[in-house]
């Protein structure tokens, strides 16, 4: 299901579960306003309930999870317990009769293999217990069955089973949401594997072979190329934190360059223009060094001139504006949308297609890469970053 389809669905389950709600607890004392009508009023408090019950469960279906939505959820449906499961235990069991608990897991073990709802009476030999009822709903996600949501009731109810089964549907949009963050962040993770997979074994050997050129020549020169090296490969091959900040990708990028003109010298020119305010903004991991990497592949390419590059990272009002431009061989048109069609080959573009993908990922499309170019024109690559996004922090 698309992002959009999941919110229609959630949308339909908040107003199906503002009618259960008002049903379930007709019988309840009700709080008075004096403002809206007694239906406006019980789905303004379905809303809100459902919004405090929904974070919990973005994070997927655990015991943790399960725990902190399950008050929320019952209240929801107003009835005397609840319970979550998943395919092998109770999770967690919110209300009265907890005794109950021990017996949950054989009453629902055929709906985990079917997938349907299922109502069943308890033998309940404690006179005190108000539990002789209970419906289980599956929680599925994509055509699997995680476990079951349990509501019980003193006797059967047509109103407990609808609202119940309303209730797991929301539950499962929550649950398919978190399929899709984590989707996400698996597919980020592969794309940032697929680019440090991309870090040249030439540019390692080259790099190395300019280090031990200076070993006899210019030890402290050595030494510190050989930091500089050090330092670039721990940041880029780093297993922790999908965004990094602009400063210390800049940081990357300028130990990466210090290598490049210690085996070019001074056939490489670089001007590196940057406002200190947008140093702290966070940005996708390992964004702009494949730009850069691509920027001096194309200056130097057949060059037997200076290849002039310059980094420039600016403050545009709300975002940061990050432009990366060369003087180079540049590329036809035609070839560069290809390339960011995907239709460039495996070794052709994967640093452009890459950061272009991943940007329009976090940010949206309004934010993909923006690149001028044409043959023996150079190129110019603009990004462009929110300074400030919900769920992108630098680490």
């Not at 330092?231 to 990094?244: A, I, L, N, P, Q």
């Not at 903004?281 to 920027?295: D, G, H, R, T």
Request: glycine share 8%; charged share 25%; aromatic share 6%.
């Amino acid at each position: 299901m698309t992002g959009a389809g999941v919110a229609v669905v959630t949308v339909l389950a908040v107003l199906l579960l503002g009618t259960g709600f008002l049903l379930g607890r007709a019988a309840r004392p009700q709080r008075t306003s004096d403002v809206g009508t007694p239906v406006e009023h019980a789905t303004f408090e379905t809303l809100h309930t459902a919004s405090l019950a929904a974070p919990p469960l973005r994070a997927g279906l655990t015991e943790e999870s399960a725990r902190r939505s399950a008050r929320r959820l019952r209240s929801l449906l107003g009835t005397d317990a609840l319970c979550l499961t998943d395919r092998d235990r109770v999770l967690v069991w919110d209300g009265e009769g907890d005794h109950h608990g021990t017996e949950v897991m054989d009453h629902v073990r055929g709906l985990l293999d079917s997938g349907r709802d299922t109502a069943f009476r308890t033998d309940c030999g404690d006179l005190d217990c108000p539990l002789r009822w209970a419906v289980a709903v599956p929680l599925t996600v994509d055509h699997r069955v995680l476990g079951t949501l349990v509501a019980w009731a003193p006797r059967e109810s047509a109103v407990l089973a609808r609202a119940a089964g309303e209730v797991a549907r929301w539950v499962c949009v929550q649950l398919e949401l978190a399929e899709l963050d984590r989707s996400r962040t698996q597919l980020i993770e592969a794309e940032i594997k697929a680019l440090r997979a991309q870090i040249s074994p030439h540019f390692i050997f080259n790099s190395l072979a300019a280090i031990a050129s200076f070993v006899r020549t210019d030890p402290e020169r050595a030494r510190e190329l050989l930091l500089e090296f050090a330092d670039f490969t721990r940041y880029s091959f780093r297993r922790h934190g999908e965004f990094t900040t602009l400063a210390d990708e800049l940081h990357s990028i300028d130990q990466y360059l210090a290598l490049v003109r210690a085996r070019f010298g001074t056939r490489l020119s670089v001007t590196l223009q940057v406002a200190p305010e947008v140093l702290p903004v966070a940005l996708p991991f390992l964004c702009l060094q494949p730009l850069v990497e691509n920027a001096v592949k194309h200056g130097l390419e057949g060059a037997v001139r200076t290849s002039r590059i310059t980094i420039s990272a600016l403050d545009a009002g709300a975002e940061a504006e990050v432009v990366i431009e060369d003087d180079g061989i540049g590329m036809e048109p035609e070839r560069l949308r290809k390339i960011l069609r995907g239709e460039g080959g495996t070794s052709t573009g994967i640093g452009l297609l890459n950061v272009d993908e991943r940007l329009r990922q976090v940010y949206g499309d309004a934010y993909g890469l923006v690149i001028e170019t044409g043959v023996g024109a150079g190129m110019r690559i603009t990004l462009r970053f929110p300074k400030y996004r919900a769920g992108v922090h630098g680490s």
